[in-house]
């Protein structure tokens, strides 16, 4: 009886470990989804040097805005492979199915905490960017509108940045779960992505539909 007081006793232990480990990986990823926006900012002014047409404007704002809601992802794809490693440690005594819907949910949250955080600090900066010198017209007017969903770019940014989460999450699962031999392989994979999906951000300002051509 004792022993399985014991064991009882040290899985509620373990399964606290996890949620303190989960939740300060969420905290890194918010904090450094905020703490980048301003820096994000900055680097997506300076693709667009000297913006004068109006479209090129729009494009200077959106390039900075893309960037800015999804800044700090980079943190965030780094917490989501040892978040889906810990999904996996959690539901070790459950069927591989529900371990992966464990991963995709921490992954999930990852992203959710990170947008929402990075969303939060750039919108009004992005406000006042849209109102600064050099973006507005000869009346003062502001030629870019800075309401975030007339601008296809920017959520279709953060759908790539909360896909990439959720799927590096899920490939953390499958390190806890593969054999040896393809540990490597899904740890490369995860890493691979983080690069891929930073290309893709700034791109999708450029795609038509969702960019300012």
């Known amino acids: ?13 373990g399964k606290a470990w996890y949620v303190a480990a989960y939740v300060a990986l ?17 680097v997506g002014q300076s693709m667009w040097p000297d913006a004068q047409p109006d479209d090129q404007v729009v ?6 805005a893309v960037l800015a809601y999804t800044s700090g992802s980079a943190v965030g794809h780094m917490c989501a492979l040892p978040a ?19 991963a995709v949910l921490a992954g999930a949250g990852l992203g959710l905490a ?7 600090r750039a919108a ?3 406000r006042e960017f849209a109102a600064s010198p050099g ?5 003062g007017r502001l030629i870019v509108d800075p309401v975030l969903w007339h601008h296809g770019c920017i959520p279709a940014a953060m759908v790539v ?17 593969a054999r040896p031999v393809n540990k490597t392989l899904l740890i490369v994979a995860s890493l691979v992505l983080v690069p891929i999906a930073h290309f893709l951000v700034p791109a999708v300002v450029l795609i038509p539909g969702v960019g300012p051509y």
């Open 26 to 42: 969420i905290a890194v990823t918010g904090n450094a989804a905020v703490l980048l926006v301003a820096l994000n900012l900055d």
């Open 59 to 64: 494009a200077k704002w959106r390039t900075a």
């Open 114 to 120: 990170g947008l929402a955080a990075a969303s939060w």
């Open 161 to 177: 940045v909360f896909a990439t989460l959720v799927t590096v999450a899920g490939l953390g699962f499958g390190v806890a779960r």
């Open 124 to 126: 009004p900066l992005l």
């Open 135 to 139: 973006m507005t017209d000869n009346g």
């Open 84 to 102: 889906g490693l810990l999904a996996a440690r959690w539901a070790r005594d459950k069927t591989w199915r529900t371990g992966l819907a464990t």
């Open 1 to 13: 009886m004792g022993g399985v007081t014991q064991t009882s006793s040290a899985s509620r232990w």
